[in-house]
């Protein structure tokens, strides 16, 4: 029987802060209910201040909800137990400089209970599944921003959790980089774990997200199934291949004769720009 | 289904006494890569230095290089108060702010950590450190003053003989010169140094948990930390404010000082050990006790603090 709990539940999620003078209250997050269900990848997008990284620290406990709830696979997420099955990536993440990259992944998992040949195994692999083999003994002052994000993701990986939860995975990381880390977000939807990022970077999301979530001012504006969100119903996309003017002019008349059906258009599909500057600078890749 | 099977990387659930000492090990790792220890060529420089502050003297020939003796330990201890009590406020007001500007620590508190477990990693990180480096300072100052006592003991020795002192006087002169010699008691004051250190390091703990910077961190707790050297006055304020009169606002500054602050002077039975004087076995249990029950105070209330901050 498959397990029914979900890998996060958050009920009505208000949080307030205070602000600096005349304690006002600012509410950051406005009633967002969230359910990720085992093995999804989720995306929470929203414009800046919208409340997308207080919804996450309220997740992981970092902040404490005004009102509402939140569990990550039931275990409510104010309870230290509960992050034993999380990783989580911030935005932006400094680790600490005077550590190499292994030091760094053995240090987490250190903290993780983890200790001997299981950490010296789970080091070298995660290291392996970032690509940071050849960088392992240099220390993170001298690494990338690309580079910082990866081991970042492979700290968040380095217990092996159930849920992984992403700050903006790809802030600042030039487009070889973030298709690294898009990439590694395909291989761990693979295994099953469950993932849930925000982002701002809507091509990014619409890759990878098999559910999104839109907040705006600290509410959930709109949310559901990526396909279901952007399809445009009453719409038919047809892609031919080497396809000559004739037959093309064939459809265009058949489409013409029809009562009901109009031709919104015709034309080359486009390839984006990062497909474009991925295909120039990694000529070797397929 | 079958159940999932639990990954031996998730296994272990780890315990309070590990994440502690991994943190502890990681602060004290992250300090001595600041090059902390560059410290001690300063410090050797001192020691060294102050075999040669022979200043005149008006006393007999029997106590002819003594001061020597009172000099090294005067300037070591000295320097070891300084580093270790400036060294347990800065590293510890710098450490926590750090990780919250950095934001690592989002990361460690993200992971299955309590906070006091946080907490006690990076205080007991720096007092290692502070520990080790005064080892280390106690050591060089120890193998110096046994050098210098041995040199004067010698010297003294044939002047006394020479001189066809009685037996009891050179045993008497013998052992003037080894109090002023590395002893037990030199070692109980270094101990001391470093127990007042633990203080201030577990205050600053305190002070940083609410604190927006590092440098108020700093100062207030150098601030507190003189302020401690009051803090018997503010106790007999308070014990005898039913007669002197005392009104309501010096009373209650004196009980809040006189509570919540150590007697810092009681640490001045330091000075009495660099005089030559025995410190009594009693007085150091006493300051080790003082020192455990300020740390695990300050310690507990940083974890009051900070259980409910947010970040």
Redesign the interface.
């Known amino acids: 029987?498959?397990d029914a709990t979900p890998a996060v539940e958050i009920c009505g999620l208000v949080k307030d802060f205070k602000t600096s003078f005349r304690r006002q209250m600012l509410r950051a997050v406005a009633g967002v209910s969230i359910r990720i269900e085992p093995g999804e990848v989720y995306g929470l997008i929203g414009p800046n201040g919208s409340g997308k990284s207080t919804t996450m620290?309220a997740l992981?406990?970092?902040?404490?909800p005004t009102a509402g709830t939140c569990a990550i696979f039931g275990q409510d997420s104010l309870r230290?137990?509960s992050?034993?099955?999380?990783?989580?990536?911030?935005?932006?993440?400094?680790?600490?400089k005077?550590?190499s990259g292994a030091e760094t992944l053995r240090?987490?998992?250190?903290?993780?209970?983890?200790?001997g040949p299981?950490l010296a195994d789970?080091v070298s692999e995660l290291l392996a599944l970032v690509d940071l083999e050849s960088a392992r003994d240099r220390r993170l002052g001298g690494y990338s921003k690309g580079m910082l994000q990866r081991i970042?993701l492979a700290?968040?990986l380095?217990?092996?959790?159930r849920l992984l939860?992403l700050d903006e995975p790809t802030a600042g990381v030039d487009p070889i980089g973030s298709r690294q880390i898009r990439d590694l977000i395909f291989k761990l939807r693979e295994r099953g774990i469950t993932v849930f990022l925000c982002s701002h970077l809507l091509e990014q999301v619409q890759e990878v997200c098999d559910h999104v979530g839109i907040i705006f001012q600290g509410k959930m504006v709109k949310e559901g199934r990526l396909e279901d969100l952007i399809a445009i119903e009453d719409q038919t996309e047809i892609v031919l291949r080497d396809a000559s003017p004739e037959l093309v002019a064939q459809i265009t008349a058949l489409v013409a004769n029809s009562p009901e059906a109009a031709l919104v258009r015709t034309g080359k599909p486009r390839t984006t720009l990062e497909r474009l500057f991925l295909r120039e600078t990694l000529r070797d890749d397929p | 289904m079958s159940p999932t099977p639990v990954s031996p990387a998730r296994s272990n659930r780890g315990s309070h006494c590990g994440r502690i000492s991994v943190i502890a090990t990681h602060a004290f790792t992250q300090l001595v890569r600041m090059k902390v220890f560059y410290f001690l060529a300063v410090f050797a420089v001192i020691v060294i230095g102050s075999n040669f502050f022979d200043l005149p003297q008006h006393v007999g020939p029997e106590a002819a290089g003594t001061n020597v003796l009172n000099s090294i330990k005067s300037w070591s201890i000295g320097t070891m108060s300084l580093f270790s009590v400036v060294f347990a406020i800065v590293a510890t007001a710098l450490l926590l702010p750090k990780d919250v500007e950095d934001r690592t620590l989002y990361t460690i508190l993200a992971k299955p950590v309590p906070r006091i477990d946080y907490l006690a990693g990076k205080l007991l990180g720096v007092l290692l450190l502070v520990f080790v480096s005064l080892a280390l300072m106690d050591v060089l100052m120890t193998v110096v003053l046994q050098i210098r006592t041995s040199m004067i003991l010698s010297g003294q020795m044939e002047m006394a003989h020479s001189r066809g002192w009685p037996a009891a006087e050179i045993a008497s002169l013998r052992a003037d010169i080894l109090r002023q010699g590395p002893n037990a008691s030199l070692q109980g004051a270094v101990w001391a140094v470093f127990l007042r250190a633990s203080i201030m390091a577990s205050l600053a703990l305190l002070i940083s948990t609410f604190s927006t910077s590092t440098l108020f961190t700093s100062i207030t707790s150098f601030l507190i930390y003189f302020i401690g050297y009051f803090q018997a006055d503010a106790r007999d304020i308070f014990l005898e404010s039913g007669t002197a009169g005392t009104g309501w606002v010096a009373r209650t500054v004196s009980l809040f000082v006189s509570l919540v602050l150590p007697d810092f002077h009681l640490f001045n039975v330091i000075d009495a050990v660099i005089q030559g004087q025995a410190m009594p076995l009693i007085r150091l249990w006493e300051l080790t006790g003082i020192g455990l029950f300020y740390a695990v105070f300050y310690v507990l209330a940083s974890w009051f603090i900070f259980a409910e901050k947010e970040f």
């Open positions: 029987m498959a620290k992981l406990g970092l902040v404490a230290v137990d992050r034993r099955e999380v990783g989580f990536l911030p935005e932006n993440p400094y680790f600490y005077h550590l240090f987490y998992g250190r903290l993780c209970g983890m200790r299981v789970r970042g700290q968040a380095v217990q092996d959790p939860i």
